[in-house]
């Protein structure tokens, strides 16, 4: 069945510039997908039909999904209709990175009818849509700078098990860019060096070097969410844990996948709304 998966990602550190002139932020991030995903039924029709899964969530031309193919369309002579389904269990501003996913994966379709197309400057242009969606074209563990657009794959992150957390609420992500702009000074973006370190040596980040630019600002947007850390942290006794993106979602890292269900089914005992276990997901897209 033509069914494309749509990972949710994690932030391995964020590293933020301040606002340039383009009116955008340089970041500088290792990012990895997990197995946790939307799924998308995408085939080739005889007219345009779009389905989501969630009545609040319209596959209008506004929708980054349709948007998406509208992108691709332009680009790829003779590119058929499409009749698509998003089924869609990423939580929607988490920082989980499943709009963009999601987009990305129309380009992985579209991309099978476009051979002669360079993938690496598709690849590329595709940040046209979204910061994150280059990285979703290719999935795995990735180091992002730049706008997102420069991409370096990195050796795959060891097979390890995650639950992300969730407090059960939404945060803006230009809300939380609008606090770091107030709050003024990034890290020294250090951190990534030797998160990448630790990656090619096979071993979990510590969480002390797992620093993300945008979690104060985050903090200062949703001050519950302070609460709702420290919960985390007390219960994942010394693993490692980050807030992904501009949050509101939390990850621990841990030992392999029965690990990840065993921490998610103590979160929820301790309170916590949404606790979903899963595993690191490698690359399926061309190096």
Not at 119 to 126: C, I, L, P, W
């Given at each position: 069945m033509p069914w494309y998966q749509a990972p949710a990602k994690i932030n391995l550190g964020l590293w933020v510039g301040p606002r340039d002139q383009s009116g955008f932020h340089p970041v500088d991030t290792v990012m990895q997908t997990v197995a946790f995903a939307d799924q998308l039924y995408l085939e080739p029709?005889?007219?345009?039909?779009?389905?989501?899964?969630?009545?609040?969530?319209?596959?209008?031309?506004?929708n980054l999904v349709v948007r998406s193919y509208t992108?691709?369309?332009a680009r790829i002579a003779g590119l058929p209709p499409i009749r698509g389904r998003l089924d869609k269990v990423i939580p929607v501003g988490a920082g989980l990175g499943g709009g963009s996913s999601d987009?990305?994966?129309v380009i992985r379709w579209a991309l099978t009818y476009a051979s002669e197309l360079p993938?690496?400057?598709?690849?590329?242009?595709?940040g046209?849509?979204?910061?994150?969606?280059?990285?979703?074209?290719?999935?795995?563990?990735?180091?992002?700078?730049?706008?997102?657009d420069i991409l370096t794959t990195l050796p795959p992150m060891r097979p390890a098990g995650v639950v992300l957390a969730n407090p059960g609420i939404s945060l803006s992500t230009p809300r939380v860019y609008e606090a770091y702009d107030r709050m003024g000074k990034p890290s020294d973006g250090e951190q990534i060096g030797r998160v990448i370190e630790a990656l090619k040596t096979g071993a979990l980040p510590d969480s002390g070097d797992l620093i993300n630019d945008l979690e104060e600002p985050a903090l200062a947007v949703l001050p519950a969410l302070r609460e709702f850390r420290d919960l985390l942290q007390r219960t994942a006794e010394g693993f490692p844990i980050a807030m992904s993106g501009s949050g509101p979602?939390?990850?621990?890292?841990?030992?392999?996948e029965d690990w990840a269900e065993w921490m998610a089914r103590r979160l929820t005992a301790r309170g916590v709304p949404w606790a979903q276990p899963t595993t690191v997901l490698d690359s399926w897209g061309k190096k």
């Open positions: 029709s005889d007219h345009m039909l779009w389905e989501s899964s969630r009545s609040d969530l319209p596959m209008d031309p506004a992108w691709c369309a987009a990305a994966a993938f690496s400057e598709t690849v590329h242009d595709s046209e849509l979204g910061m994150d969606v280059p990285f979703f074209v290719r999935g795995g563990t990735a180091r992002a700078e730049g706008y997102g979602t939390y990850f621990i890292l841990g030992q392999d």
